[in-house]
C-alpha cells in the first residue's frame, strides 16, 4: 500500500480542500521542514560561523549539518556544496565567474529555462541542439556541435513544460570527447529522480529548495573541487574572509569561498529537512508513485474533450503536462482562474518561463499540470470532472 504522504502536508489538512497541481512551480512544504524554520526564530535565532554562544554554535552546526544531507542526496563531498539563493543564481554564479576565451561556445536546447538560458546569452556565444519528435536532444546534432571550442554544455535534466526525462549519461559522454563541461539544471528533477553526481560524472549541477519541498530563497550549486577552485570570486564580504586588512585578504575555503554575507539561515534548515525527508521516503519510491500518478492522468487525458498535449509525452518522464485548448479564443489565465475559483484547483497557466520552447512550437501559452507525492488518482478524478464541466469554454 502506498504511503499517504499527504499527512505529512499541513495546508493539505485545513479547512480547504486544495487541489493543488503546480508544483513545478514551488512545492508545499512538509511540516518538518515548517518546524525547522519555526524553531529557528523561536528556539535559536543566531548568525552563523561569527559567534560562540549556544545559539550560534546551534544554528552554525544545523547549518553545516544541512550541507552534508543536500551532499547525500547528491552523493558527493559537502565542500561540493555551494548554498546560493537558487538555481538561477547558481547559474550565474558559473556564467558569471568561469575563465573563457573569447571563442569559448555554449551548448544548449530550446528547452531550457530562461534561468539557465540568459546568464549565458548575455556576451556569450551559444549554440542549440536540435531536438527529436519526443523531446529529447538530438545526439547526432549535438556531435556535430560539439568543438574542442565548446567550453560549456547547459541541459535541463526535466523540461518543466514536457516533462521528460534527457538522457544525460548519453549527453554527459559525448561533451566529455571535446573535453567540454556540462552543467545539469535538476530543478524539475531532484524531487522526482534520484541523482548520483559521481555516477553522472557532471560537472556542475544546480537547483532550487522551493522546488523539492524546501523554503523560497535558497538554491544549491554542486560542483566538482577542482573546478570550484578555478571559478573566480562572485562576491565578496563578510563570511568568504578568513582575515582583511590594509595590505591583504586571506580567503575562506571552497564551498565558503562563495557565501558572503550572512546566509538564508533559516532557508538553508528548512532545505536541509526537505533533503532529509526525500532520503527518508526514498526517491525511488517517490519516482514509483510518481508514475502510476502520470499513467493515470494519461488514461484519463485520451479520453478528454478540449485540450490536447503541447508535446508528446513519452514513457521515460514525470508527471508535468502542458495542453492547449480546442477554443484557441479563450484565455488561458481566464481557465485557471475558473479552475481555482469555482473547483479549488491550483494549475499554471502561460509560458513556463520557457519562451525558446514556445516559439519553436509556435505557440503562445500552455495550461500546465504538475504532480507530486501528495496528489491523488481521486484529485485527477476532480480536475478532469472540472474540465467536462466547463466545455463549453474549452471545446
Not at 554564479?93 to 568561469?98: E, K, N, P, T, Y
Not at 532545505?271 to 519510491?285: P, Q
Amino acid at each position: 500500500m502506498d504511503k499517504n504522504y499527504r499527512e505529512d502536508f499541513p495546508i493539505l489538512n485545513g479547512p480547504h480542500s486544495l487541489v493543488y497541481f503546480d508544483s513545478a512551480a514551488t512545492t508545499l512544504k512538509p511540516a518538518s521542514v515548517i518546524t525547522a524554520v519555526t524553531r529557528f526564530y523561536t528556539e535559536h535565532t543566531a548568525n552563523i560561523s561569527r559567534s560562540h554562544h549556544r545559539n550560534a554554535q546551534i544554528s552554525t552546526e544545523l547549518f553545516e549539518d544541512a550541507r552534508e544531507k543536500v551532499a547525500t542526496l547528491l552523493n558527493c563531498d559537502s565542500s561540493e556544496i555551494v548554498f546560493t539563493q537558487n538555481a538561477t543564481d547558481s547559474v550565474n554564479l558559473v556564467a558569471s565567474c568561469l575563465s573563457c576565451k573569447m571563442e569559448s561556445q555554449f551548448i544548449m536546447s530550446t528547452l531550457e529555462h530562461n534561468s539557465a538560458y540568459l546568464p549565458f546569452k548575455i556576451n556569450k556565444s551559444v549554440k542549440f541542439v536540435n531536438l527529436d519528435a519526443n523531446g529529447f536532444w538530438d545526439l547526432n546534432h549535438f556531435k556535430d556541435l560539439l568543438t574542442h571550442e565548446t567550453k560549456l554544455v547547459v541541459v535541463s535534466h526535466v523540461s518543466n513544460v514536457t516533462g521528460n526525462i534527457q538522457p544525460l549519461k548519453d549527453i554527459i559522454s559525448l561533451a566529455k570527447e571535446k573535453n567540454a563541461l556540462v552543467l545539469v539544471d535538476a530543478s524539475q528533477s531532484i524531487a522526482h529522480l534520484p541523482i548520483n553526481v559521481k555516477n553522472l560524472d557532471v560537472d556542475f549541477l544546480v537547483f532550487s529548495g522551493h522546488k523539492m519541498l524546501g523554503p523560497s530563497g535558497i538554491g544549491v550549486l554542486y560542483g566538482k573541487k577542482d573546478l570550484l577552485s578555478d571559478l573566480q570570486h562572485y562576491r565578496v564580504g563578510g563570511g568568504m574572509t578568513a582575515r582583511a586588512s590594509r595590505d591583504t585578504i586571506t580567503f575562506n575555503d571552497i564551498p565558503h569561498l562563495f557565501e558572503a554575507g550572512t546566509p538564508n539561515i533559516e532557508g538553508v534548515l528548512g532545505l536541509g529537512k526537505a533533503c532529509e525527508y526525500l532520503l527518508v521516503n526514498s526517491r525511488e519510491k517517490i519516482h514509483k508513485y510518481l508514475q502510476k500518478l502520470r499513467d493515470y492522468f494519461q488514461q484519463k487525458l485520451k479520453h478528454a474533450g478540449g485540450v490536447r498535449m503541447l508535446h508528446e509525452k513519452h514513457h521515460d518522464s514525470v508527471p508535468i503536462f502542458t495542453f492547449e485548448l480546442g477554443n484557441k479564443n479563450v484565455d488561458l489565465n481566464y481557465v485557471a482562474r475558473i479552475l481555482s475559483e469555482n473547483y479549488n484547483i491550483a494549475v499554471n497557466s502561460g509560458m513556463q518561463c520557457a519562451h525558446l520552447f514556445y516559439d519553436t512550437l509556435k505557440k503562445s501559452a500552455g495550461i500546465r499540470v504538475s504532480l507530486y507525492i501528495y496528489n491523488t488518482q481521486y484529485e485527477i478524478d476532480q480536475f478532469f470532472y472540472a474540465l467536462s464541466d466547463i466545455q463549453y469554454l474549452i471545446e
